[in-house]
């Protein structure tokens, strides 16, 4: 056996020594954490979309298993119309037409008199679901079709890159709305037609990487030692063309909640008395002018929510891109 | 001498492009004996490269083997008849691609590529790769692959492999990373590994400690090597027997010391004359004039004669085979070269003719190169 002169001193060329001989990878999830809180926008962005994902949690939870018995328990139900109707008040401090607010509204009352923050709050859950959902088929579809079609090429690659210029070519709104006219208005088709409009975009993306990456050496490695195509492509192919992946997810969940609150903004989406923040806005633009505060907060919700995820990606971008490290 | 592991007869692998049929591999033969270590030596371009990956069916698209016979223990590898139609298609005993992918590559037949850089997939542990590998061909469990890869990992001569085997391929220097190549190749317990210019991203010390621990682990598992490379001092380090190819074919085979001290083709002699030796002393090297013609285009009798220092009229008309030249009972020793006598072509009697070594064409640039 040869002798090797100092194991430590292979290790220098990443320049990232530290103490006694443990070396930290620059890759993997920590790492890119690491990263990502070094930056102070991005830390922002995970911070509003932890906060907004944890609400969403919340009210799923209070939604699925309690049927809002929680929601009544402590606050007003989201869903039921009040007793005692005390329609459009503005948030506690101000006064309007209707009245002045109240410290049980804090964020006023809407057209049927529902207490804002509480429907606010269980909105939340419909928008991150929509997001996730969402951008998960798309993104599980678009990868893995961009994948077959970047490794094999010839034929297949055409036929898949074709049917998903199709796809792309349309109009998107228009294409899930033609969705949801043929399959039901429900928040579930909703999901599934913005998902399968979004896969064009993960598509093209993994698949300009796997065509370089096809021809890397590791990859004729891998073929040589015997390793079906099927494990090429998900262990060795999508793993490496994953970072952008990731940044495209995140900002795509942001796109995703924008485009469900413009559907249910137009009645395609969650249907009332469900509350989701497009159909709150919907139902708030009959009453811009005497309260205006009413549209006000589930449109302040919806930009938070997707600056939140888009500031996220920017931020995954940078930490995952090692050109932009410094 | 008994069955060969590996035989090639008349291989051939071309490449259909646009500007015309490549014939990277233009019928080659050779063996591969249980527990020898064969070299395929040639300059950049001379079809090695394309040899080793038609030796696992894994030449990819415009390419293709179009004819020849690859057996390896027995098994059919690749084999063409004529069928039905009179267009050939494989025989019917050739393995499926399942059951190369399944029963040959990595389990029977490793390779160890020509770049530890790119070889190993940077978004994986080492250990992890390693495992992957053994669990795929040796049908172990995940728990015992990963110690089974530590052990290989200590056996390649990584310390502390225990730690190492967390570690990302980033992590490791470039002779660390061939070492492990090779573990992952000998992990598998192949019968046959094809080194694929291993040492040449390496420099000197590391090839030469390389070099060492590949002979030792040859001598205890016994196992066999096709070692693929440009460099004649590696040859002469580890090889029992050489291939010399040139542009596609094999023009010299012997035992490496007959190389080296009764060399047959002028092509070996020319690339032997243009390294250093440590048993001559010379004032000058002598490189090979010119450079290898296009496999698209081969120059029509033997393929050399165009930087053939010794090539005479019938060299540009008569396309030599390989023939033993040994005489009986020596070990073979074949070249293809119309200047022995056993050719019978009428060499002795051809005018010689001008090439680009009896100072044609490029004469004038080693010229001034000489008087500086």
Known sequence: MATEPDPQTDTTADGSESGAGEVEARVGLRYTLKQVKRDTTALMGIYTVGFVTLIAVLAAIDYYIFDYAVAEMFWYSPVQDPDEVQRLLPPVGMENQFGAGVIEHPMGTDHRGRDIFVRLFYGTRIAITVGFMATGIGLVGGTLIGAVSGYYGGWIDDVLQRITETIYAIPFLVLVIAFMTAFGRDLTFAMIGVGITSIPVFNRLIRSRVVSIREEDYI???????????????????????????????????????????????????QPPTPSWGQMLSASRNYMLPAPTFSLWPGMAILVTVIGFNILGDGLQDALDPRINN | MSEPLLSVENLKTQFFTEDGTVRAVDGISFDVYEGEIVGLVGESGAGKSVATSSLLRLVDSPGEIVGGEITFKGETIFGLEEGADGEPRPRDEMLSEEEMREQIRGREIAIIFQDPMESLNPVFTVGGQLREFIEINRDLSADEAKEEAIEMLREVGIPAPESRYDEYPHQFSGGMRQRVLIAMALACQPDLIIADEPTTALDVTVEGQILEMVTDLQEKYDTSFIWVTHDMSVVAEICDRVNVMYLGEIIEHSEVDDLFYDTKHPYTQALLDSMPRPDETVHELDPIKGVMPEAINPPSGCRFHSRCPDAREVCREVHPEARNLAADGEPKHSAACVKYDAFEVGYDESRPIETEATGGFSAGLTETEAEE
Do not use: C, M, W, Y
């Open chain 1, 220 to 270: 004729e490695a891998a073929r040589a030692a015997g390793v079906k195509d099927r494990n090429i492509i998900l262990r060795h192919i999508i793993p490496n063309s994953f970072a952008p992946v990731l940044v495209q997810a995140t900002l795509q969940i942001g796109v995703s909640i924008l485009i469900v609150a413009g559907l249910s903004f137009l009645g395609f989406g969650a």
